[in-house]
């Protein structure tokens, strides 16, 4: 059973658009990070959310962490090709910090 | 820096074979974890280590032993291999997370793509 569910599942987009990922789940998380995975490598870490309604900005990405901590988004502007990747969310459920829970991952390929 | 090191990247076995994958990691992290990445199924965890001689079971534990008898070592073990573990694995180390201080950050190896033929 897969907690986390990302959309959409494959994002082709040409530089200079903007694009809105989502992370969606049915349970409650104390916390959600957003990793950014390139080919033949392990995932990195994007942002760190733990407040319900938060809001983080990184440089052009824009982090939000739904108000019932069920869902968080990744907004992109301006894309380049710089931000292709794989993007996955994550989420520690409440009482279990010790093990993540990883979505099924947004791949992005952005071209010029 | 090495931060977390998998050994092998790469690796083929025969249904039936047993292999281990190593992996270290030098940020005296308490807590580690293996991972396995399928497509279309973003990372799914198989076991973790909450610190020395103590290991759990993850979300696809079948298959695979654990054993954490250092703070730097989390080996993963393939008993009798089958087609169905073919997939890239990743162990990740993170402090002990505190509530309201620190969440459970990972930091990733590079990973061992492995194949069973």
């Known amino acids: 059973t897969q907690l986390l569910e990302q959309s959409p599942q494959f994002l082709s987009i040409q530089e200079g658009e903007n694009l809105t990922v989502y992370c969606n789940s049915s349970?409650?998380?104390?916390?959600l990070q957003w990793y950014r995975q390139e080919p033949g490598e392990g995932p990195v870490l994007l942002v760190t959310?733990?407040?319900?309604?938060e809001v983080k900005k990184l440089k052009r990405l824009t982090f939000q962490f739904g108000d019932a901590r069920k869902d968080s988004s990744l907004h992109i502007t301006a894309a380049q090709p710089g931000d292709t990747g794989l993007y996955l969310c994550?989420?520690?459920?409440?009482?279990?910090?010790?093990?993540?829970?990883f979505g099924t991952g947004t791949r992005l390929q952005v071209t010029l | 820096n090495a931060g977390v090191t998998q050994t092998p990247k790469f690796q083929v076995l025969k249904t039936g074979q047993s292999m281990t994958l190593q992996c270290a990691q030098d940020?005296?992290?308490?807590?580690m974890s293996w991972y396995r990445q399928d497509p279309g199924m973003g990372l799914r965890l198989i076991h973790y280590?909450?610190?020395?001689?103590?290991?759990d079971q993850g979300e696809v534990p079948n298959g695979y032993n654990v054993s954490r008898s250092t703070t730097e070592d989390f080996p993963l073990r393939l008993l009798s291999a089958a087609p169905s573990q073919t997939s890239v694995y990743f162990c990740?180390?993170?402090?002990?997370?505190?509530?309201?201080?620190?969440?459970?950050?990972?930091?990733f190896g590079a990973g061992t793509r492995l194949s069973v033929l």
């Open positions: 990740a180390s993170s402090l002990r997370p505190v509530s309201g201080i620190r969440t459970n950050i990972q930091y």
């Open positions: 349970s409650v998380f104390s916390s």
């Open positions: 959310v733990v407040t319900g309604g």
């Open positions: 994550a989420g520690a459920v409440s009482g279990t910090a010790s093990k993540l829970t």
């Open positions: 940020m005296n992290h308490e807590y």
């Open positions: 280590s909450v610190g020395a001689g103590i290991t």
